[in-house]
């Protein structure tokens, strides 16, 4: 598993690199064409990357690197906003039905995990009923005590969403059901599955602190159970419309090691005022921040060769104390943090990141100077 989550890391920072070019400049040309068929095309664009990205974080799941945002969540809406994609997903000879609780449950949870979740679960149920059947999503509101710790071994007492999705499909004998967490373990014909789809899934229930369990006998169906830890309803964010992204004219150093990423970010920089000084490596950040005369922001890509990000901002501290900064990463959270960088420590974009959201986060730190 540590193997093959590392290989998953260094393949997502290649992939992570490349979709920020591809989000950034589609960006850019959005904001330089008028409303019209070419928007629409952009639009498209924009999607496909997003989706791209999303499944670069699914690879990443199984394995706990990937870097999840968690944030108060009603689980009925993430199933209803599924539905339709869910039903494009499954052949029509395949009726979904959903039994909802009464009561909303809100979760703890990174949305779009939880819609990989049930596209994961949807697409084995899919395969478990060639001829045809039924696919249920049910929830309820639960309490988790001592009997489900005493019958699993495991299960920390608490109210809990239980997320059940069942198949009336081919079912699974006792030897497959106890390997189908395992990664790369299918049951599939070659070429016909990766073996990633629930072990993705197991990892991201874990990633939410919860528990899921199988239920499955020969001939009988599949029954899946996911319990994810609910929260107070008070705790649920209402929808708000991002901030107009403010222009600037401050000096910028941009260090990045990847010349694609950096030359696309000085551009976005440039696009909306401000003057990027580049640097190729930690190091030369160093050397460009003695020679500029005034810099007001540091943007440092965590992981580059001759110096990395952290250690860049500690020699450029000696310098200048006070300066502001925003570590940057297309590696998994092991990596970054095992650079002495702590994303709830310091300022940090992970990449991909939009245009819109690369100036809000750099207006947002620079702000912080003058309160």
């Known amino acids: 598993m540590e193997a093959i989550g590392t290989l998953a890391g260094g393949i997502a920072h290649d992939f992570n690199n490349i979709l920020t070019a591809l989000i950034g400049y589609a960006g850019l040309l959005k904001m330089k064409i008028a409303d019209g068929n070419l928007h629409t095309y952009v639009d498209q664009i924009l999607l496909a990357s997003q989706k791209a990205t999303d499944l670069v974080h699914s690879l990443l799941a199984f394995s706990k690197q990937q870097v999840i945002s968690l944030k108060p969540v009603s689980i009925h809406d993430i199933i209803r906003g599924t539905e339709k994609l869910l039903k494009r997903l499954v052949t029509e000879d395949i009726a979904i039905e959903t039994l909802l609780a009464p009561e909303d449950i809100t979760i703890m949870a990174d949305a779009t995990q939880i819609d990989q979740i049930l596209f994961n679960l949807a697409t084995n149920a899919r395969d478990a009923m060639p001829q045809g059947g039924t696919l249920m999503i049910e929830t309820q509101a639960v309490e988790l005590g001592d009997e ?130 580049e640097a190729a490596d930690g190091a030369d950040a160093v050397e460009q921040f003695k020679k500029t005369e005034k810099v007001d922001l540091l943007i440092l890509d965590s992981v580059m060769p001759k110096m990395n990000g952290r250690e860049a901002y500690d020699e450029i501290r000696k310098i200048n104390p006070e300066i502001k900064v925003v570590f940057t990463s297309g590696y998994t959270r092991d990596v970054f943090q095992g650079k002495g960088i702590e994303d709830k420590q310091f300022n940090f974009i992970q990449k991909p990141v939009s245009p819109s959201a690369l100036i809000q986060k750099v207006r947002d730190v620079l702000d912080e100077r003058q309160e």
């Open 148 to 277: 489900f710790h005493r019958f699993h071994g495991y299960g920390e007492p608490g109210r809990y969403a239980l997320l059940s999705i069942s198949d009336t499909g081919v079912g699974m004998d006792e030897t497959t059901r106890e390997r189908i967490f395992d990664p790369f373990f299918t049951t599939k014909e070659t070429g016909k599955g990766t073996g990633l789809g629930l072990s993705t899934v197991y990892g991201i229930v874990k990633q939410h602190n919860g528990y899921i369990t199988a239920y499955s006998e020969p001939d009988t169906g599949t029954t899946f159970h996911i319990y994810l830890p609910a929260v107070s309803e008070t705790g649920k964010e209402e929808e708000v419309a991002p901030p107009p992204v403010k222009r600037g004219n401050e000096i910028i150093l941009v260090a990045e090691d990847s010349g694609s990423v950096r030359e696309l970010i000085s551009k976005i920089l440039i696009e909306y005022g401000y003057t990027p000084v």
